[in-house]
């Protein structure tokens, strides 16, 4: 019995092995036509456009929607089928995908253009009347260059290295209606244009919708006040004593003090309280009686928060030594009384920032760039930036992009040796990547760089 097992044994491991390899080869073989799939039909977008252009036949159209009635405008809006239009086109220091920060806060010296339409309004100054009161905004654009429509339900982020979420987890550019939200810093609004710093859009970003950003709206901090905030109706209908109650001076649940000194101090506050205010029903002002309800809960709550210590020969309140807060979550919470909470890997991520270095051939490249209010002044032969006002300004937000590891994972991975090119402005910049730090190894403009290639 036992040679006839172990037999079997071997082929069930050679079957196994079969069966792996068969599997890995139908994944490989799904990859391929995937990839086959999106670049067919990249290929024939193109071949329409081209022969759009030339004229020599009709764009292929789809087949032509049944006549609409006249509630259907309204009927697809609440559906949520509507056709967005673009109020502007973006004019940034980012021309090229390549170099793009992934977020807002990379390269707070990125700076960028929005000019409204006059399609969209007939007068575009008067829609940005009064935006100038905010210092920022939330910016509402589309994706315009993912080179496909496909999309996955788990992709992988670049600060992940490889591991795979949701992608409602995640501000992936790949998504079912590839729409992107950026706050950027508003700079000042001249005509029908708006400047702003601290993008994340590539320059021709179509943008369909601009807001303020409210802190008080917007930001979950702000709640944490207006839910502490006693409620005080309009007209106090009840004595001193029941609107205190009102704000928890008195728990009944709370432990009562073996000395009765803690009660017999609320009585007095009380007591004092009446007899600056006789009438507790004159006060016409909500706002006057409740301040001074909030002092009087502040000393009563100060005096609560200390405990008279018995080696102390002098009887100073001493506060209470309070345990320290246990931290130890899955998921870290920041701010106050834990309100906004965010991924792990959002504060700790598994790729670490880098160290920038600029060798002195870089160096002496970029002070060669003129600021962009010095364009017209002197030196026409430097090259000059658009929309970077220094060196300086330019040398933050290289390194700013480079810090935060533009590469894709692919790069990382099997390009660690290879040179890494971007745009930024009006410069064109060449560096490398090495263990834990990235080196800008030449700054030319682009205009130059081109004219070489």
Known sequence: MSPVCDCCGEQLNKLNQQVSVMRKEIKNLRQMLDSAVRAHRKHMLSIQCAVSETGVCEPVKARPPAPPSPASPQAALEQGNIQTIPIGYVSSCFSLKNGTPRQPTVCGPSRAELRIQQSVFNNPEHALVGLEQYSHVWIIFLFHKNGHLGYKAKVKPPRLNGQRVGVY???????????????????????????????????????????????????????????????????????LHETTDTLNLDRTDAPSNPTGERTDEKQFLIDMSEEQIPNAHSVSQPDDLLHMLEEVKAYVTQSDLCQPNSENKCGVLEPK???????????????????STIAAWIREPPVA??????????????????????????????????????????????????SADPRSIYRRTRCKDRLFFFTLDTADITCWFGQGFAEVLQVQPVERHIATM
């Open 353 to 402: 920032s880098l160290e920038v270095r600029f060798t002195p051939h870089a160096d002496k490249q970029l002070e060669e760039f003129l600021p962009t209010h010095l364009s017209g002044c002197f030196g026409s032969e430097r090259p000059r930036f658009k929309f970077l006002r220094s060196s300086e300004e330019a040398a933050a937000a290289i390194r700013g992009v480079l």
């Open 321 to 339: 030594k309070t345990e320290p807060l246990d931290l130890s979550a899955e998921q870290p919470s920041y701010g106050e009384d834990a309100y």
């Open 169 to 239: 987890s995640t501000r992936s550019p790949h998504r079912p209606n590839v729409l992107g939200l950026t706050l950027a810093k508003l700079e000042k609004i001249e005509g029908d244009t708006v400047h702003l710093s601290g993008i994340d859009m590539i320059a021709g970003t179509p943008v369909l919708d601009i807001k303020p950003y409210i802190p008080e709206y917007d930001s979950p901090h702000a709640r944490v006040i207006e839910d502490f905030v006693p409620y005080c109706p309009e007209a106090p209908t009840g004595s």
